[in-house]
């Protein structure tokens, strides 16, 4: 459903009522509000996912569909940037009531970027990791520890993370929910005393869940570390893959993921290590 007095676009491409950029994005945020609940990462999720890609438009006094298509097509293709725009301009027309033909194609500019067309990352080895993690503060060193032995997200070990008695990582909330999580490797729960919390002061549930993972980030080059927080995550599920007794299924459900979107993200990664396993079955029988 459209936004309140406001009509279709007609066939020419211009709507009927004059509207600001500005206008327009709040008539959005109005719009996506409504449709749904939202948790406590909504301020994130609204800058990140459509402030930010519709930000060029708020300084355009009458907004036409026109002005939408040309943001999208101003962006890389098949980026994650174009994907979001084309994403974030559908809703915008959705809001505004300018045709379920202009909002599909808004969304069809948008399209072409996957996790699994993304440039593979160089990911640090265990000792690299264990280097870096050995040098942080203490309040630093448990969380950013957490990421790297649970697979988890900075903004969840920093947030939402409290490690069991029985080595697992129980995440309360966060970016997918609530879930618990592997020690990988088990003996890190050991090197870091990973059972004792300790976070940075100025750390509460208070702070958004894109905040949380931004003080990581820059704490990572204060120190001028050769990794980023998510290198971490990546390398868990890189070694889960590697791990004959963990299930691709178990290691989606340890780091948040739907199987589907765990199989995207890694593919590159399983098959490679299924050649690798089919090359020493081969090599064996030769």
Known sequence: MGAKGKTAAPSNGRSSDAISGSTALRLTRTWWEARGRRGRSAEDSWEVDFRQPLAALKGIHDL??????????????????????????????????????????????????????????????????????????????????????????????????????????????GKTGARQSLAMPAEWVRRWQLSEKRLPPSMNEDRGHRAAGMAMGRMFRRVSAEMVPYDLRHAWAVRAIRNPRISPSLAAKSMGHSLAVHSSIYQRWFDAHEMESLQEQLSAVS
């Open 64 to 173: 036409q569909p026109s002005h939408l298509i040309a943001l999208v097509d101003a962006c890389v293709p098949n980026s994650r940037s174009r994907l979001r725009a084309g994403r974030a301009a559908a809703s915008m027309a959705q809001s505004l009531g300018w045709g379920n033909e202009l909002v599909a194609d808004l969304r069809q500019r948008g399209k072409g970027y996957s996790a699994r067309q993304a440039a593979p990352r160089t990911l640090p080895s265990e000792r690299a990791i264990e280097v870096l993690i050995d040098q942080l503060p203490s309040v630093w060193q448990w969380p950013v520890a957490v990421v790297a032995t649970y697979g988890s997200r900075p903004h969840e070990a920093l947030l939402h993370a409290e490690v069991l008695p029985t080595g697992l990582v129980r995440i309360a909330a």
